[in-house]
């Protein structure tokens, strides 16, 4: 067997990739880099060695080895932190292509175990039965390698190649192995009608290359000139030998014909191999067509059935030949995925914290002093600096800008929706609706504006809220929160009570955030993990929540004891004097002002925590679309590829 081709290497620079990890594993995990010290190295070392252009068996282990190591890699650290950069030898003239992502790495070295299968096939072609057995294999794995790139090609910014090339790559090997199934089996002494049927695949594989090969941009013109040539030589092959099945059975004027037409095909290749076959074939012809014409006289029909094909090859899947011995690297290292758990379960704790504890306890002062006598003086009341005035209305503009940075990717993310809408519609304009098929963009993007119009409506809502906040605080009286306060404080033992309530509620609100912050998941999280191996902490979590229990209970404690303090300052303010003077009006504009601004601190409070969260679902949403037109973009490449071949 000769005249195959073999898939060049791609090429790579240092990256030096244990660095990279390094400052990747002390930015986003507690663990210090310096723990997987020999990993890292191992990593490294295997990184450096697929970097070596000699192709061996070792070459090819190690290729596998670093694929699976970086499967393990995918688990802990975060797909767009380390970067790559990769050169393409199929294109006259690659400046290489850099992309921040893993799944980039893992692609491009997948082309190259690829390559190194269909490289070492080459260099094991001895012409014996077990050779041609191995052969066959490793043109598959190098077809089933390239057949997993093209289905993961979305994952990445930079694709590893068009689809055309991806196509082609994956013929041009299923042709070649199948090519070595034909030609064990004439070693074989099989049938020429099957051996017709097999080189007939062979063809048709190549030819399919060769469709794709034209529209390809990695496909040189030179290895089309090569693919041609292959179809016409085994499409010679097929009649050749299907010929010699017809003859077989005595049909000598069909022979004639089919012998006719791979001597057609035939003189169509430039395959070196092709001369003596070609005088096999004229030979043959000629003393068919003597004994025809003098003994037979068959009439020679004007054409013949054609041969089915026999496909016995396929792409086979990664996981059939990649070592299935476990990788343990970065074993003791917690998966990004934990980590977001972490975070996530902080945030819910936090949120439990607030919700049941200390927004309760908030609100009983606030009852509290909303009851108090109009005349008394507020325990712990004290004026605010001017600082702090200036900070709450940095902290309004800050709505403002939040506001606006959302509302700047809700057009992104309609003008995104609009333009892919308006490309599919022009091209079935352009195509015709039965040659465009691809599903209308209208029954695809309706779940997209579907949640884009309810943030929308969010964002709206929120804008109406920091509205009435900007006027609350235009309502303020702000020189007088600001002033000294002139009233004595109150004598009342009652009010002075109220007073040690307060603070002891607010002390136990600061005492709480610090319990919450110290009492985190995390530990539980890590023990469970290492000790499931599972990465899902819902039933963890709602008991790690009961720590907060004895707070619950502080909180319904101070309920009972504010319907006391409430009942008696009612009784109190019955039995006092009502007094209306100067200084109660001016105790009553201070006390309103102060209660427009806690209204004010409250929604600044909320505001944050609603654009925060509005902020992930938009970010979230501008992802998925973009990933949504990304993937129409390809299959518009490919449909519209098709309908200009």
């Not at 802990?76 to 790495?105: A, C």
């Not at 094991?124 to 790139?149: D, E, R, T, V």
């Not at 599972?534 to 004891?561: G, M, P, R, S, V």
């Not at 902020?615 to 098709?642: A, D, I, M, W």
Request: glycine share 4%; proline share 4%.
């Amino acid at each position: 067997m000769t005249d195959l081709l073999c898939i060049p290497q791609r090429q790579t620079k240092d990256v030096h990739l244990k660095d990279q990890l390094i400052n990747v594993i002390e930015s986003t995990s507690y663990q210090t880099a310096s723990f997987f010290e020999d990993e890292l190295n191992k990593i490294a070392c295997l990184r450096e060695s697929i970097s070596d252009p000699e192709h061996s068996q070792t070459k090819l282990r190690d290729l596998q080895e670093y694929f699976l190591c970086l499967n393990e890699i995918c688990k802990k650290i975060p797909n767009d932190q380390l970067r790559f950069t990769w050169f393409d030898p199929l294109l006259q003239k690659s400046d290489g292509k850099t992309e921040y992502s893993l799944e980039f790495e893992k692609l491009n070295v997948l082309y190259n175990i690829g390559s190194c299968y269909s490289i070492l096939a080459l260099a094991s072609n001895n012409g014996s039965p077990q050779a041609l057995k191995i052969m066959c294999f490793y043109f598959q794995y190098s077809a089933g390698c390239f057949q997993h790139i093209i289905r993961h090609l979305n994952g990445c910014e930079e694709p590893i190649f068009d689809l055309n090339s991806g196509h082609s790559l994956i013929n041009i090997m299923l042709a070649q192995a199948q090519e070595c199934f034909w030609f064990k089996a004439i070693q074989d002494g099989h049938k020429d009608s099957l051996i017709a049927r097999l080189a007939e695949q062979v063809s048709e594989y190549y030819e399919e290359s060769l469709k794709f090969g034209r529209k390809a941009q990695s496909i040189r013109s030179d290895w089309c000139l090569h693919l041609e040539s292959k179809v016409n030589y085994f499409k010679a092959v097929t009649y050749f030998r299907h010929g010699l099945s017809l003859g077989e059975k005595r049909n000598f004027g069909a022979q004639i014909k089919s012998l006719d037409i791979a001597l057609q095909y035939l003189r169509k290749s430039d395959l070196p191999s092709k001369a003596d076959f070609l005088g096999k074939i004229e030979e043959l012809l000629k003393e068919i067509q003597r004994d025809n014409d003098f003994i037979y006289l068959q009439v020679v029909p004007t054409h013949i059935d054609l041969v089915k094909p026999a496909p016995m090859v396929s792409a086979l899947p990664v996981e059939t030949f990649m070592p299935n011995e476990p990788i343990l690297i970065l074993k003791d290292l917690l998966p990004i995925n934990v980590f977001d758990a972490c975070t996530a379960y902080n945030e819910r704790q936090e949120e439990y914290v607030r919700q049941y504890v200390i927004d309760p306890l908030l609100s009983l002062n606030k009852l509290l002093y909303e009851n108090l006598p109009k005349f008394e003086l507020p325990p712990n009341l004290k004026n605010i600096s001017k600082n702090e005035l200036d900070s709450y209305e940095l902290s309004l503009n800050d709505l403002k800008f939040n506001s606006g940075n959302i509302g700047v990717q809700i057009s992104e993310i309609d003008q995104i929706l609009k333009q892919e809408s308006e490309i599919d519609f022009n091209s079935r304009l352009k195509y015709g609706t039965r040659n465009w098929d691809l599903v209308p963009s209208s029954k695809l993007n309706t779940v997209f504006y579907q949640k884009l119009e309810k943030l929308k409506e969010y964002l709206s809502q929120g804008r109406k809220v920091d509205q009435e906040t900007f006027s609350l605080f235009c309502i303020i009286d702000k020189k007088l929160i600001t002033s000294p306060i002139k009233l004595p404080e109150s004598n009342s033992p009652l009010v002075k009570q109220v007073g040690n309530v307060v603070r002891l509620r607010e002390k136990y609100t600061r005492d709480v955030r610090s319990k919450s912050l110290e009492h985190r998941l995390l530990p539980r999280i890590i023990t469970e993990y290492k000790r499931t191996g599972e990465t899902e902490f819902e039933a963890l979590f709602l008991d790690h929540l009961k720590y907060f229990d004895i707070d619950i209970k502080y909180l319904q404690h101070q309920k009972e004891e504010n319907n006391r303090l409430l009942n008696q300052l009612q009784l109190q303010e019955d039995a006092s004097i009502k007094r209306v003077d100067s200084s109660t009006l001016y105790l009553e504009d201070l006390l309103h002002s102060f209660k427009l601004l806690e209204d004010v601190k409250k929604n600044l409070g909320d505001g944050a925590n609603f654009y925060k969260s509005l902020l992930k679902s938009t970010n979230g949403l501008l992802y998925e679309v973009q990933n949504f037109e990304n993937t129409r973009r390809l299959e518009r490449l490919s449909v519209e590829s098709k309908l200009n071949s």
